[in-house]
């Protein structure tokens, strides 16, 4: 049998209203009535309706994450991140997978709106003006993770991605290695894209070593079947390289395979560093020296960022996370 308040406030020989403040944690009753309250609840077991509470004090305890993508270790490090948080101060989360879709996107956020979420979370794409207007109309708190705008008014946690992307290039240059090539991702993507190329070209320029157009292969994607056509336009057009910047961990996990396929060793002939960290990083042969994004870490300061404008209604400063560079056995010293 599923308990109502009212029995528990029949049951404690107290009002309704009594039963409810004691629950939201408003005042208006004595220790001893809340000591007794609570005790009945025990007793009977009694679960209060998570919608019934809203109505009271205006919050549903929930956040929605809209993701482009549910598939990998990166969105489940942010998942695991952003649930911490929100378990830890009583919230739950509704994950809404877009696809990168525009008009998905718009129905999850009036979905969100219908449910009426506490906050957002937007993950790991741009936010478009359009999708702003819309979580604006909601009036609940957004936030940015593993993303940014320079146009809107929001706060962020992700990792610099120029400066990894140089610190990348620079490791290979500090290993000996001169001929070096980069497979990029999506060169149109303003977010991973973009700022990834131009730390490469930046790190190459810096340290007055000569390449041209010929030494990026941009692939359109960051999949690991890009990293298969990446590698092989690479060798095309540039048969020595000898050391490769992916721009993800599956680009040079892909890499790597179609290089063994057609003769080349690494890091023996290429060394590769890829970018991520994800889980299967540590178990590709050889196992992938690689740029660390603390995902999980990321996930939780962006959840408690959202949960504390929640109760605040202050817009925090944005947040860029360190990255690091993990050293396995994909780069050799030339």
Do not use: W
């Amino acid at each position: 049998m599923a308990y109502t308040i009212k029995d528990v406030a029949k049951k404690a020989n107290v009002s309704i209203a009594t039963v409810s403040r004691i629950l939201n944690g408003q005042p208006g009753y004595s220790a001893k009535t809340k000591q007794k309250v609570l005790q009945v609840i025990e007793d009977l077991g009694y679960q209060p309706n998570a919608v019934a509470r809203g109505l009271i004090n205006n919050k549903t305890h929930t956040i929605g994450v809209l993701f482009p993508s549910l598939g990998g270790s990166l969105v489940t490090d942010l998942l695991r991140g952003i649930e911490k948080a929100a378990s830890d101060q009583g919230s739950s989360v509704i994950v809404c997978h877009t696809e990168s879709d525009a008009e998905k996107t718009m129905k999850y956020l009036r979905l969100l709106g219908e449910k009426r979420v506490d906050g957002i979370i937007f993950t790991s794409e741009v936010l478009l003006k359009e999708y702003y207007q819309v979580i604006e109309k909601m009036n609940v708190p957004l936030v940015l993770l593993s993303t940014k705008s320079d146009s809107l008014p929001v706060p962020y946690v992700k990792v610099d991605d120029f400066q990894a992307a140089y610190s990348a290039t620079e490791y290979l240059i500090q290993k000996g290695h001169r001929n070096i090539g980069m497979i990029s991702g999506n060169s149109e993507d303003i977010i991973a894209g973009k700022p990834r190329i131009e730390g490469f070209i930046q790190a190459m320029k810096e340290n007055h070593i000569q390449f041209d157009e010929n030494h990026i292969v941009n692939t359109g994607g960051f999949g690991f079947d890009r990293g298969i056509t990446g590698m092989r336009d690479m060798l095309n057009q540039v048969p020595d390289v000898t050391a490769i910047f992916a721009a993800s961990d599956e680009i040079a996990i892909g890499a790597i395979s179609t290089a063994n396929l057609l003769g080349k060793k690494v890091p023996e002939d290429i060394s590769i560093i890829g970018y991520d960290d994800i889980n299967l990083a540590s178990m590709s042969v050889p196992p992938l020296t690689t740029i660390h994004q603390p995902f999980i870490e990321m996930g939780e300061i962006a959840g408690e960022m959202l949960l504390d404008m929640m109760e605040t209604d202050q817009v925090p400063d944005s947040k860029i996370i360190q990255h690091t560079i993990i050293e396995r056995n994909s780069v050799k010293e030339r």
